[in-house]
């Protein structure tokens, strides 16, 4: 179809100029530019209005006198100033009639459509990937977009339009998506708030990314994730996922096809249940970081992610570890800064890992960490721990190598560093606590804290040995092992199981008994 042959659904576009400011002995003129729902200020003074006038006679063959005339005297009375006002603004109404579907470039850079109207900043992206896409391409960066420019090539992508519609070949639509399908890294980072000079809130715009079809990394931040579309188009090569300021759940990322399904199972489980859809999984994610969001619970979709190694859920609003059962390849988990305060058996969904965080939680017990035999790296600064009999639970985890106890009650204990080392036995010196290497000196502290322990601990021993042997039934008060043979029912019997030489002894022992007995 040819672009002359193409009448575009257009959104109105409508300009006014809403007042006007003296800045250093000029006028400036305040511009508000609609276009749908959309509309954004601009600020130009007369000087800007007739350099565009001039390029547009040029290139347009605009008519000459549509523009005021420039005045020299009395230029910025009040009178002079609301003249000219509504006839600059006139001026931009005609230029708007005089070209409804697409403006020149000139016209588009005036009134900002590259920043803020989807015609222009999709064209202003084209542009600059006609320019430069390749050579992008090939340096393997990370490439960012905006939601607001996403945005422009999803309505670009849904209207039936020709891909220059303003003409200009380095415009063409065709340049973005060629680059985007062969793009490996993007971040999109959204705001909170509008843009710019706008009424435009990024972060309700929605967008779609199945045109990118060879992303191995994307990082989206303060973008709704109910107006992100075509994640899971993102499957078949995506290694890494990082969402951010976006999210309440982390089905809605992970799973987005959940909702339009009552009953869902991951492809490769054996189900007896009735199910609406089988989900493909994540075949090459390995890394998701989900920090920095409001998300309450791990839930059931972690089962689409079998292959993440990385799983960062730092910053979140999270109570209970749960789920990271399905999670066979996890090796790195960080949950840094929630809301946990109770750790039990979850050795049985971290079995396999190496570094875990925990800082910036509740913990006041460790008893659920005592079978994460794997455990390399562990941080629990910043939480409850009071007690140095606390760390007991860890200290025969025989990976540990790295421990961080900053920022807990305990910390303020003196000799804290000794005590806590001390707990680690014969270990001590592979640990290293706080980011601090173990000295010679702590060292041969802790050997006197394991001597002191051990004589503790066998005292200990000897006075349960004794409280049992106390609390026995069948002991007389004379104490040992003879009593035994006092008791005239007993004596024979006794007398039989003992060695010959002791028989003498036990003889008179035996005759005094009959004494007595007598």
């Given at each position: 179809?040819?672009?002359a042959e193409?009448?575009?659904?257009?959104l109105?576009?409508?300009?006014?100029?809403?007042?006007s400011?003296?800045?250093?002995?000029?006028?400036v003129y305040?511009?508000e530019?609609?276009?749908?729902?959309?509309?954004?200020?601009?600020k130009h003074?007369?000087?800007?209005?007739?350099d565009?006038?001039e390029?547009?006679?040029?290139?347009?063959k605009?008519?000459?006198?549509?523009?005021?005339?420039?005045k020299?005297i009395?230029?910025?009375?009040?009178?002079?100033?609301?003249?000219?006002?509504?006839?600059?603004?006139?001026y931009?109404?005609?230029?708007?009639?005089?070209?409804p579907?697409?403006?020149?470039?000139?016209?588009?850079c005036?009134?900002?459509?590259?920043?803020?109207?989807i015609?222009?900043?999709a064209?202003?992206?084209?542009?600059?990937l006609f320019h430069?896409?390749?050579?992008?391409?090939?340096?393997?960066?990370v490439?960012l977009?905006?939601?607001l420019?996403?945005?422009?090539?999803?309505?670009?992508?849904?209207?039936a339009?020709?891909?220059c519609a303003?003409?200009?070949?380095?415009?063409?639509?065709?340049?973005?998506l060629?680059?985007?399908?062969?793009?490996?890294?993007?971040?999109?980072?959204?705001?909170?708030g509008?843009?710019?000079?706008?009424?435009?809130q990024?972060?309700?715009?929605?967008?779609d990314?199945?045109?990118?079809?060879?992303?191995l990394?994307?990082?989206?931040?303060?973008?709704?994730?109910?107006?992100i579309n075509?994640?899971?188009?993102?499957?078949?090569?995506?290694?890494?996922?990082?969402v951010?300021?976006?999210?309440?759940?982390?089905k809605d990322i992970?799973?987005?096809?959940?909702?339009?399904?009552?009953q869902?199972?991951?492809?490769g489980?054996?189900?007896?249940?009735?199910?609406?859809?089988?989900?493909?999984?994540?075949?090459?994610?390995?890394?998701?970081?989900?920090?920095?969001n409001?998300?309450?619970?791990?839930?059931?979709?972690?089962?689409?992610?079998?292959?993440?190694?990385?799983?960062?859920?730092?910053?979140?609003?999270?109570?209970h570890?749960?789920?990271l059962?399905?999670?066979?390849?996890?090796?790195?988990?960080?949950?840094?800064?929630?809301?946990?305060?109770?750790?039990?058996?979850?050795?049985?969904k971290l079995?396999?890992?190496?570094?875990?965080?925990?800082?910036g939680?509740?913990?006041?017990?460790l008893?659920?960490?005592?079978?994460?035999y794997?455990?390399?790296?562990?941080?629990?600064s910043?939480n409850?721990l009071?007690?140095?009999?606390e760390?007991?639970?860890?200290?025969?985890?025989p990976?540990?190598?790295k421990?961080?106890?900053?920022?807990?009650?305990m910390?303020?204990?003196?000799?804290?560093?000794?005590?806590?080392?001390a707990?680690?036995?014969?270990?001590?010196?592979?640990?290293?606590?706080?980011?601090?290497?173990?000295?010679?000196?702590?060292?041969d502290?802790?050997?006197?804290?394991?001597?002191?322990?051990?004589?503790k601990?066998?005292?200990?021993?000897?006075?349960?040995?004794?409280?049992?042997?106390?609390?026995?039934?069948?002991?007389?008060?004379?104490?040992?092992?003879?009593?035994?043979?006092?008791?005239?029912?007993?004596?024979?019997?006794?007398?039989?199981?003992?060695p010959?030489?002791?028989?003498p002894?036990?003889?008179?022992?035996?005759?005094?008994?009959?004494?007595n007995?007598?």
């Amino acid at each position: 179809m040819d672009c002359a042959e193409y009448q575009e659904e257009t959104l109105e576009k409508k300009v006014c100029i809403v007042g006007s400011e003296l800045v250093d002995n000029y006028t400036v003129y305040i511009i508000e530019v609609n276009v749908g729902d959309h509309k954004w200020i601009i600020k130009h003074r007369y000087s800007d209005f007739h350099d565009l006038h001039e390029k547009l006679t040029s290139e347009k063959k605009i008519d000459k006198h549509l523009l005021p005339p420039k005045k020299i005297i009395g230029k910025n009375s009040k009178s002079l100033v609301e003249k000219r006002q509504k006839e600059l603004e006139v001026y931009l109404q005609t230029l708007l009639v005089r070209f409804p579907v697409a403006a020149p470039k000139v016209l588009s850079c005036f009134l900002q459509f590259h920043a803020y109207e989807i015609n222009g900043i999709a064209a202003a992206l084209a542009e600059e990937l006609f320019h430069k896409g390749e050579q992008l391409l090939v340096a393997g960066e990370v490439f960012l977009l905006r939601p607001l420019q996403l945005y422009a090539i999803t309505q670009q992508l849904r209207l039936a339009k020709p891909t220059c519609a303003n003409g200009d070949a380095k415009a063409d639509l065709g340049h973005i998506l060629d680059f985007t399908c062969r793009l490996k890294y993007l971040k999109i980072p959204g705001t909170k708030g509008v843009v710019g000079t706008s009424n435009i809130q990024e972060d309700r715009l929605p967008f779609d990314l199945s045109v990118f079809k060879s992303l191995l990394q994307i990082e989206i931040s303060y973008c709704d994730s109910a107006q992100i579309n075509g994640l899971p188009s993102l499957k078949p090569t995506l290694a890494t996922l990082s969402v951010h300021h976006s999210t309440t759940s982390m089905k809605d990322i992970i799973v987005p096809e959940a909702t339009e399904f009552a009953q869902w199972v991951p492809e490769g489980v054996d189900t007896n249940c009735p199910v609406t859809a089988i989900i493909p999984t994540w075949k090459t994610l390995t890394t998701l970081d989900m920090s920095h969001n409001l998300i309450a619970c791990i839930d059931e979709s972690v089962k689409l992610i079998p292959q993440v190694e990385f799983l960062d859920l730092s910053h979140n609003e999270l109570f209970h570890v749960e789920n990271l059962q399905h999670l066979y390849n996890l090796i790195h988990l960080d949950l840094s800064y929630n809301n946990l305060a109770v750790l039990e058996a979850v050795h049985t969904k971290l079995g396999n890992i190496k570094t875990l965080n925990l800082a910036g939680n509740r913990l006041e017990t460790l008893s659920g960490l005592n079978k994460l035999y794997s455990l390399v790296n562990l941080d629990l600064s910043n939480n409850k721990l009071a007690q140095i009999d606390e760390i007991k639970p860890i200290g025969t985890l025989p990976c540990l190598e790295k421990l961080s106890l900053v920022n807990n009650p305990m910390c303020i204990i003196p000799d804290y560093r000794t005590k806590v080392l001390a707990q680690f036995w014969d270990r001590a010196s592979e640990v290293c606590l706080d980011h601090t290497a173990t000295t010679e000196k702590e060292l041969d502290t802790v050997e006197v804290l394991k001597a002191i322990q051990k004589a503790k601990e066998a005292k200990d021993r000897m006075a349960n040995n004794d409280k049992k042997i106390s609390e026995d039934p069948r002991q007389s008060a004379s104490g040992g092992a003879l009593p035994l043979l006092s008791h005239p029912s007993s004596s024979s019997s006794n007398l039989a199981a003992l060695p010959a030489p002791q028989s003498p002894t036990l003889t008179h022992s035996a005759s005094s008994s009959q004494g007595n007995h007598k």
